[in-house]
């Protein structure tokens, strides 16, 4: 198969990551970035022509044709790359789906709606399909694809370097517009607590008040209870002889009483 299955699978990974980034900047209430959009949708369209080339290979191969003059391939290799493509077309279809959570998305997403197509009949993995040879030519022999330097990641079309300046630019210009919106949080949050902090420091001062007031009181409330500590002591001290001064008085009362 010509179409090289991993570098759809990498890229539809990569278009997911940009899904829920653009999830949560919705759940968030903000407008997603139209740059990132468009960006997001030029990698579903590839995916989608991807698959669709996949498609109509793997179409071919189950009719006994080869594809750019090579040997129709074995049951097993071809049952394995047909249940890898089904897979890689159900995530392209959810992520069209996800793509559609806002008006923009779904404007955008009717033109990545795939087609349905009806299903070919994958060869048993351990079944030995014997077909007839017939080969498609090409017109005129291809010419040897050049030797290229290996990269550590997949390159999704040969773009010429304007559009890929232009890529880079947009996205460079989707970060300024999240770090504008960070900046601005931040912002936020530091007024926040600058007045939390005049807050705290009004309520530290009622709570340095309140701490004066209550020793106040303590040392009011000591005084009053050394008084009355000294008034038990008298009273316990020179209890007896104020009793016998008010019995001998009451004593003379009645002597006088009593002889008038």
Known sequence: M???????????????AQLLERSRVLTLGLVPSPSATTS???TLTGVRNDLAKAEDEAALE??????????P?????????????????ARYDRLVEMLQADEDGRG?????????????????ADEDIHVPDVTVEPPTPAAPEPIRPFKDYDEEDDAPPHE?????????????????LLSHSINRQSHLSVQI?????IHHELLEDTDAAM?????RLNSARRRLDHVADNAKQYGSTITIIVLIFVLLLLIIVFKT
């Open 73 to 89: 391939r074995t049951g097993k290799r071809r049952a394995s790359d047909a249940l890898q493509l089904d897979e890689l077309t």
């Open 164 to 180: 890929i300046i232009e890529q880079q630019q947009l996205m460079m210009n989707d970060q300024d517009e999240r770090l504008t």
């Open 2 to 16: 010509s179409v090289a299955l991993a570098s759809i699978s990498n890229r539809l990974t990569s278009a997911q």
């Open 62 to 71: 189950n009719n006994g044709l080869s594809v750019g003059g090579k040997a």
């Open 108 to 124: 955008r997403a009717k033109a990545l709606v795939r087609e349905k197509r009806a299903p070919s009949p994958a060869p048993e």
């Open 40 to 42: 997001l949708v030029r």
């Open 197 to 201: 902090g005049d807050e705290l420091d």
């Open 215 to 219: 020793d106040r009181t303590a040392a």
